[in-house]
């Protein structure tokens, strides 16, 4: 806080957990205005009990779901904070979002006397070695024990007769899951060293050997499960790898003191048959990858991948109660077994690693709370159904949607402290952070009615208590008209403002409430709500990182929005926001595009006042060159893609469709015309245009530029989106097809002049002979495709699928060129080397563009284009005389002289004009003749 210019006095006040609220909410307002935000501030407003009216509809919403029956009491696993004492909810966490509690079979692996030392005094009690599985159908096949020899394990009390060995991590759990003898507290009556658990005897549930021992293994992992692992070779690569070294080692077994008898009369036991695979498909995994070390470890967690999924997608049961039946059948039917005889408890951990904000490592609790029954199968059936009718604006986003309502459970809805709502039916809990944010949107309609625009609720002719449950009901779900002492037009009006503004078309936000926030959105309004007031759609983005780095305020690569305003700017701030990224992969704004930005919105100022100021010798009256054409219907494409990337929310193709693109377009048709040959009126239309593409990302320079530049009355945001004539393809295509011939032309001079060079070193040419100099351009066009390709093009076009823009395969198309008259000039081999490049060139283009690629010809003429612009390309490519030639034409061909052979050897096709640059002496020598 002391970086941001706060004095200790003032950190003092943050002790109060509302100073937060009133201290930070005014400076979020106030940067967002700096932002440019155009945004009805009437109807901000503060959550929590701090602002009353929205604590009065929280608490109508509470009351609403737990009378549908939809908010329970009961136990259930949560992620929990031990320090903060209650559940520890994704806004709660300073790392681990979206991880959950991690179901395990927690195996008791009897110790059989004689104990070791430090285990003498447990003696009479029961000992077991809590083993964590995520496979209890393979425990047909132990062969042994696995512990970490050089990790710490404990003897911790569950109750007054059993004790269970493992990591003090996994007692911590287990002491918030009722299996401790004191309650949230594990009791220690033992440590221990991994090595010293070498050698215990067990005895373990459904073995088939009496007796196992327990082993060391290096690559048992103690931050996961409890440290003890259950060995089983037959299905387990890890488990195979461990115990053939250990077979097959003398030495190893000597160093950590292992007895022959403990492993050399152990067999692997075949427990399930995957087809394929055989009974032991650990070892055939192992031998396919060629595993045959512990050290292996990114080949080993491949084969652990390939055998869990084989044996629980494809194997069949071959020993037990439930032979000859399939894994994925009998999985739970032998947990349910093991937990029933007492042999099995269930065990919880959180997924992943979990750190509240209060720093505070998280275990796994069962809890006794006041749970949303989410997943509840007629409310989950209601939600995919309204997740069917949103836009999500891609794929990706709904397809993780969908898998969030398909797996989605009951969640915790109460917390015990905190900032909130009280449960208006049990005070002790507040609601939690998510849960009272799921219904919010439908309050923006009517806070300003309620709230006369203060944020707090604090200043309102209003009172919160008048806000009843009949009248919310009234408000959002088409209630009756409540019995209220609220005016009657303040009542219709909220309704009104209600009914206009919902459903909701749009919800931003991140990417990571897809999985809570946003899906719980989706559930709350489908409970409350009628149909028609369901919500419309989502669009979700990724993060944001600076300079492709994550954002660090511990490596200074962090900006808050008021730091990179002033750095940069408001526009350019968003300039360089716009060019991130809009998709769900982590957004990149780069400090290098802000500057530039900068740079380039004040170099266009400075070029339209130039443009206006130069009228006077700039071509006046209506479009009518090709260039005039050209760069119109690049605006109007502009126009068009640009609206299109806005309505997707896709800010990074509007900004290159709306800015850079048309720049490119403008800067063409400049070269295209010569500084003074540019028509003022088509300038004009430029400048409007592209001012109001920008004025979404930059407002407050297209303000600049319509009232100070432009004289426009009024302002650019009221000003309405450009009007377009349809994008003309066919002259767009023609377009490129100019700009790409220039480029040609221009490769062709250089390797031309270059060869020239090289021809005449070191013999002396007069400076002052004009005529040796490369001057004279000759373009060779081909307008209709011909011969073997017209075949290849013919059966293309019979052989496409335009729906799936797809084609038949290579073979059937040799095939059928076999019936054309090619197919009877050359063999099977001859076709392929012929006509296969050209074929991929042409179905790749055609997947691409679609079946016009196929066409015998291009949609405009070329001659008719390079005609029309033979002054630009003089011009451009620095030629006196250019000429546009027909290659079918003997005559034509013949002005090559002795280049013919470069029409001959890379003859010109539709859309690929041959051309070839002449001196003005050759050029004279042959059409002389």
């Known amino acids: 806080m002391r970086s941001f210019d706060l004095s200790d006095e003032e950190i003092a006040k943050f002790q109060d957990p509302y100073h937060w609220l009133s201290y930070f909410s005014p400076l979020a307002m106030k940067d967002l205005k700096a932002f440019g935000l155009s945004c009805d501030w009437r109807r901000s407003f503060i959550t929590t009990d701090m602002n009353p009216f929205y604590d009065a509809f929280v608490q109508w919403q509470m009351r609403k779901l737990r009378n549908m029956g939809k908010i329970v009491k009961g136990k259930q696993y949560m992620v929990y904070s031990p320090l903060d004492g209650q559940p520890c909810a994704d806004h709660d966490r300073a790392s681990g979002e979206e991880v959950g509690p991690q179901e395990y079979v927690l195996i008791k692996m009897e110790v059989i006397p004689p104990f070791p030392p430090k285990l003498k005094a447990l003696e009479g009690r029961n000992v077991y070695l809590a083993a964590a599985t995520l496979r209890p159908e393979t425990l047909y096949g132990q062969t042994n024990c696995w512990i970490q020899p050089d990790e710490n394990y404990g003897a911790f009390e569950v109750n007054d007769i059993d004790i269970f060995i493992l990591t003090a991590r996994s007692a911590r759990n287990l002491a918030y899951q009722m299996l401790s003898r004191v309650p949230e507290k594990p009791t220690c009556l033992a440590e221990l060293c991994g090595r010293e658990l070498i050698g215990l005897q067990l005895k373990s549930p459904l073995a088939f050997y009496e007796i196992v021992y327990v082993l060391p293994m290096q690559n048992v992992l103690t931050h996961k499960g409890t440290g003890i692992v259950i060995s089983v070779p037959s299905d387990s690569p890890d488990d195979f790898i461990a115990f053939q070294e250990l077979v097959t080692s003398p030495d190893l077994r000597v160093m950590y003191g292992v007895k022959d008898e403990w492993v050399l009369p152990f067999k692997v036991i075949p427990v399930i048959n995957v087809p394929g695979y055989g009974n032991e498909t650990a070892k055939k995994v192992c031998l396919d990858l060629k595993i045959d070390s512990l050290n292996q470890k990114d080949k080993l967690a491949e084969a652990k991948e390939i055998t869990y999924l084989k044996v629980f997608h494809n194997g069949t049961m071959i020993v037990g109660e439930f032979k000859g039946r399939k894994v994925q059948e009998v999985k739970p039917l032998i947990k349910d077994m093991l937990l029933k005889t007492g042999a099995a408890v269930l065990y919880y951990e ?3 690693k979990v750190i509240s904000r209060s720093g505070d490592e998280c275990v796994v609790a069962l809890t006794d709370q006041w749970l949303i029954t989410y997943g509840e199968a007629e409310w989950k059936q209601k939600a995919i159904e309204c997740l069917k009718e949103m836009n999500t604006f891609s794929t990706e986003a709904h397809n993780g949607f969908e898998h969030t309502l398909n797996w989605l459970m009951p969640r915790a809805c109460s917390r015990s402290f905190g900032l909130g709502t009280r449960i208006p039916w049990d005070e002790e809990f507040l609601v939690d952070s998510l849960s009272d944010s799921t219904l919010y949107m439908v309050y923006y309609t009517i806070a300003h009615l309620l709230q006369h625009g203060n944020t707090y609720g604090s200043n309102s002719s209003l009172r919160a208590d008048q806000m009843t449950d009949e009248v919310w009901d009234y408000v959002f779900c088409n209630g009756p008209t409540p019995e209220t002492d609220i005016p009657p037009t303040v009542l219709r009006k909220m309704k009104q403002e209600f009914e206009y503004w919902y459903p909701f078309e749009l919800r931003i936000s991140g990417k990571d409430l897809m999985q809570n926030h946003l899906a719980f959105c989706i559930y709350n ?3 409350l709500l009628p149909k028609h007031h369901w919500p419309g759609g989502f669009r979700c983005n990724g993060h944001l990182m600076l300079n492709s780095e994550k954002m660090s305020k511990s490596t200074g690569n962090f900006r808050t929005l008021s730091q990179a305003i002033e750095e940069f700017s408001s526009d350019a701030t968003r300039f360089a926001l716009a060019d991130a990224g809009d998709s769900l992969d982590d957004a990149n704004f780069v400090f290098e595009t802000a500057k530039s930005a900068v740079m380039k919105l004040t170099k266009e100022i400075s070029w339209m006042k130039e443009v206006l100021s130069a009228e006077s010798s700039l071509r006046v009256g209506p479009p009518t060159t090709y260039a005039d054409r050209a760069f119109a219907n690049a605006m109007n494409y502009a126009i068009k893609g640009t609206e299109d990337s806005y309505r997707a929310f896709m800010f990074k193709d509007a900004l290159k469709t709306g800015f850079y693109d048309l720049q490119a377009a403008r800067d063409e048709y400049r070269i295209s015309c010569g500084a003074r040959a540019m028509n ?27 009232q100070n530049i432009l004289k426009k009355e009024g302002f650019v945001v009221k000003a309405g989106w450009p009007i377009a004539d349809t994008p003309d393809p066919t002259l767009r295509a023609a377009n490129k097809y100019l700009l790409d011939s220039m480029v040609l032309m221009r490769k062709v001079l250089h390797k031309q002049g270059s060869d020239l060079k090289k021809a005449k070193k070191g013999a002396v040419v007069p400076a002052t002979l004009e005529e040796n100099k490369l001057s004279v351009g000759l373009i060779y066009v081909n307008e209709n495709y011909d011969g073997w390709k017209e075949q290849c093009l013919r059966v293309l076009q019979a052989q496409f699928e335009p729906e799936s823009c797809s084609f038949a395969p290579d073979e059937q198309i040799i095939e059928t060129l076999k019936n054309y008259s ?42 008719e284009v390079l005609e029309l612009n ?9 030629l006196e005389h250019v000429e546009i030639l027909l290659a079918s034409d003997e005559s034509s061909a013949n002005k090559a002289g002795p280049h ?15 051309a070839i640059i002449l001196s003005k002496l050759e050029f004279q020598g042959q059409t002389s003749r």
């Open 870 to 878: 033979s002054e630009q390309i003089k011009r451009q490519i620095g």
């Open 350 to 352: 959180p997924e992943g």
């Open 525 to 527: 309004h489908t409970a």
């Open 822 to 863: 090619i197919g009877q000039d050359m063999d099977l081999k001859q076709i392929q080397k012929l006509c296969m490049p050209f074929i991929k060139f042409k179905k790749d283009e055609a997947q691409k563009v679609g079946l016009h690629a196929l066409e015998l010809k291009l949609p405009f003429s070329e001659l």
């Open 900 to 914: 013919i052979s470069l029409i001959r050897q890379n003859p010109p096709s539709p859309g690929h004009p041959t």
């Open 680 to 706: 003022y009126e088509l300038l004009l239309r430029f400048m409007d245009v592209q001012t109001r593409l920008i004025t979404p990302i930059c407002p407050h320079y297209a303000e600049h530029v319509w």
